[in-house]
Nanobody
Framework: HVQLVESGGGSVQTGGSLRLSCAAS????????TGWFRQSPGKEREGVAR????????YYHDSVKGRFTISRDDAKNTLSLEMNSLKPEDTGTYYC????????????????????WGQGTQVTVS
């Protein structure tokens, strides 16, 4: 099964930028529906960006459209999330996740459909 390890979190001021990376091993993530979720204390885990096996097929949560960009490097087997114009409400633990490709046909991202998760990386915006 694919294993995922996130990196790149940190603390930034409002309006700043961060780039998260997710390194995959054991299999090629391009064969999966992959995405980024975030969770803050007291809130449910929410999907913020998703990429299908066809990289041009992407989904973004309304709250991050125009600010976040998901990308994939097939040669390095990594998934990235470029986050710009960060807001305090973007604060949370960000997780990289993978699901069967059928779940990239959904109109939203349901955490229960993603079976492989990284350990998470903290993003704090103040």
């Amino acid at each position: 099964h694919v294993q995922l390890v996130e990196s790149g979190g940190g603390s930034v001021q409002t309006g700043g930028s961060l780039r998260l990376s997710c390194a995959a091993s054991n299999t090629n993530i391009r064969n999966y529906c992959t995405g980024w979720f975030r969770q803050s204390p007291g809130k449910e885990r929410e999907g913020v960006a998703r990429m299908d096996t066809v990289a041009s097929n992407t989904y973004y949560h309304d709250s991050v459209k125009g600010r976040f960009t998901i990308s994939r490097d097939d040669a390095k087997n990594t998934l990235s999330l470029e986050m710009n114009s960060l807001k305090p409400e973007d604060t949370g633990t960000y997780y990289c996740a993978a699901a069967q490709t059928i779940f990239c046909r959904d109109n939203a991202m349901e955490a229960e459909n993603y079976l492989r998760w990284g350990q998470g990386t903290q993003v704090t915006v103040s």
